[in-house]
């Protein structure tokens, strides 16, 4: 059973910069490639991020290119996200999944495995 449990949102100021965390448990965390998503009040999920399962690519939303960075550690089994100069707009739920394609697709529907989901929130 392959479990994703993602952590590190929380209440911050437009400006500030947060790094979520999400750690893969119940399968082989290498083989698969991973992505941030998000949902806001009202709106579908849009996807934030991808990256493979070596790390040699990735891929980012418009909106967040430049801002966010995604990036994996193998060796514990965590993908992170790093959110820097946050907007008002950024505000969501994030969702980590993670996909048995080990590339770093950008569609929901690519991804096998979800998280719970951690809110972040930015003011200003």
């Known amino acids: 059973q392959v479990q994703v449990v993602e952590s590190g949102g929380t209440s911050v100021q437009a400006g500030d910069s947060l790094r979520l965390s999400c750690v893969v448990s119940?399968?082989?965390?290498?083989?698969?490639?991973m992505g941030w998503f998000r949902q806001a009040a009202g709106n579908e999920r849009e996807f934030v991020a991808s990256?493979?399962?070596?790390?040699?690519?990735?891929r980012y939303a418009d909106s967040v290119n430049g801002r966010f960075t995604i990036s994996r550690d193998n060796a514990k089994n965590t993908v992170y996200l790093l959110m820097n100069s946050l907007k008002p707009e950024d505000t969501a739920v994030y969702y980590c999944?993670?996909?048995?394609?080990?590339?770093?697709?950008?569609?929901?529907?690519?991804?096998?495995?979800w998280g719970q989901g951690t809110q972040v929130t930015v003011s200003g």
């Open positions: 990256i493979s399962w070596s790390g040699s690519n990735t």
């Open positions: 119940g399968g082989t965390f290498g083989d698969y490639g």
């Open positions: 999944a993670a996909t048995s394609n080990s590339g770093a697709p950008s569609r929901p529907d690519s991804y096998n495995y």
